[in-house]
């Protein structure tokens, strides 16, 4: 709610004291600026008898009252309701001067809420009443020092939440890494060991290689010695077949000693 005017203040005080209700007329009326103002509800009809000058003054008070009403009802000060008339009701405020001229409100709009509010009765709530026996001072607003601890407060809060994240993010992270780190470790065990195996392997080749060398060696020298045990072979056949033709050359001297032995003998 508004701060209220000083002339709000004292004319909703006036209402309240020792009443329980009032109209949208009561409002009007009370401190009716200037010039003569006539409502019937039961005609619906309204009219202004007023100076050019004062015109402005009396349409202004209408809509500050207006205003004033909608506000209160707004806030639950007030209660409306309405009530059927049965006979003239005609309410006049103020009295005219000279030289006014009888006219009608110039804005439409501000007449139909005239006619629409002055049918209605104003009931006064025990929350009007209370907030006048404070002279309808405004709720406090919260002072600078508690905007500034909340502001505070809010601040150190996102920054906690926002600390919360960033560790929870890097707490994160560090078990990604960890993880990535045992991986890579892992990986670097396994080639290591695949490694050793290839060198084992690879001395093992070299063993199987010089012993295939030395085997090749080992054949090479069979292979000579059998060529000399072959060469050896074929002297002892050459050998063994000059014997056979000297055995058989002595056979045949032999043969002719013994034929001239007995050509002898005989």
Not at 49 to 60: F, G, N, Q, R
Request: with cysteine; aromatic share 8%; net charge neutral.
């Amino acid at each position: 709610m508004r701060r209220l005017s000083k002339n709000e203040k004292r004319l909703l005080k006036q209402l309240i004291r020792n009443r329980s209700g009032a109209t949208f007329i009561d409002f009007l009326e009370a401190d009716w600026p200037v010039g003569k103002f006539d409502v019937s509800t039961f005609q619906q009809t309204l009219s202004i008898k007023v100076t050019d000058d004062e015109l402005p003054i009396a349409m202004h008070h209408i809509v500050e009252r207006l205003n004033l009403v909608k506000q209160l009802e707004e806030e639950g000060y007030i209660t409306l309701w309405g009530k059927i008339r049965t006979s003239d009701n005609t309410r006049t405020c103020g009295t005219a001067s000279e030289g006014s001229n009888t006219v009608f409100l110039p804005d439409i709009s501000v007449a139909t809420e005239v006619l629409k509010y002055a049918n209605y009765e104003i009931g006064f709530g025990a929350s009007l009443k209370e907030w006048s026996k404070q002279n309808f001072r405004s709720k406090p607003l919260m002072s600078f020092r508690v905007l500034v601890f909340i502001l505070i407060a809010m601040l150190a809060a996102n920054l906690i939440y926002q600390a919360r994240l960033i560790r929870t993010r890097v707490s994160h992270e560090h078990e990604q890494i960890v993880d990535n780190n045992k991986e890579v470790l892992e990986n670097q065990l396994l080639s290591n060991q695949i490694i050793d195996s290839l060198q084992r392997q690879n001395n093992d080749l070299m063993i199987v290689t010089e012993q295939v060398r030395q085997n090749t060696e080992n054949l090479q020298d069979i292979e000579m010695f059998l060529r000399e045990q072959q060469g050896a072979f074929r002297n002892i056949d050459a050998q063994t077949r000059y014997l056979r033709e000297q055995m058989h050359l002595n056979q045949k001297l032999l043969k002719r000693s013994d034929s001239l032995l007995n050509r002898m003998i005989e």
